[in-house]
């Protein structure tokens, strides 16, 4: 059975850094994708970032040049790193594993626990 485990998530004030970590256990990430999606207050569920398993990564618009999506191979697990975060970064994160990549949205994003591995989830809050 895939579990996912999410942490590193809390409270920064605007232009803070936070980094996210997700580890994965009966699975082996070097051959899955491994991606972010959040949750936003309006209820948006869109894919982050992801890395897939030829190392190829994806940022959406709002957050390309700020957040940086890394992995450790050794240790099964993957990190988000987010730099000069802003009020509109606030959401959940939930960290994403899948075989055949990633769908850029979901109408919700517990739509999500049908991929190969989907967390808890994590709160990040950024305030002005």
């Known amino acids: 059975e895939v579990q996912v485990v999410e942490s590193g998530g809390g409270s920064a004030q605007v232009g803070g850094s936070l980094r996210l970590s997700c580890t994965a256990s009966?699975?082996?990430?070097?051959?899955?994708?491994m991606g972010w999606y959040r949750q936003t207050p309006t209820n948006e569920c869109e894919l982050v970032s992801s890395?897939?398993?030829?190392?190829?990564?994806y940022y959406v618009d709002s957050v390309e040049g700020r957040f940086t999506i890394s992995q450790d191979i050794a240790k099964d697990t993957h990190y988000l790193s987010m730099n000069r975060l802003k009020v509109e970064d606030t959401a959940f994160y939930y960290c994403?594993?899948?075989?055949?990549?990633?769908?850029?949205?979901?109408?919700?994003?517990?739509?999500?626990?049908?991929?190969?591995?989907w967390g808890q989830g994590t709160p990040v809050t950024v305030s002005a």
């Open positions: 994403a594993i899948s075989e055949l990549g990633f769908p850029k949205k979901y109408p919700r994003c517990s739509i999500g626990r049908a991929l190969d591995g």
């Open positions: 009966g699975l082996s990430t070097g051959v899955f994708d």
């Open positions: 890395i897939d398993t030829d190392g190829a990564i």
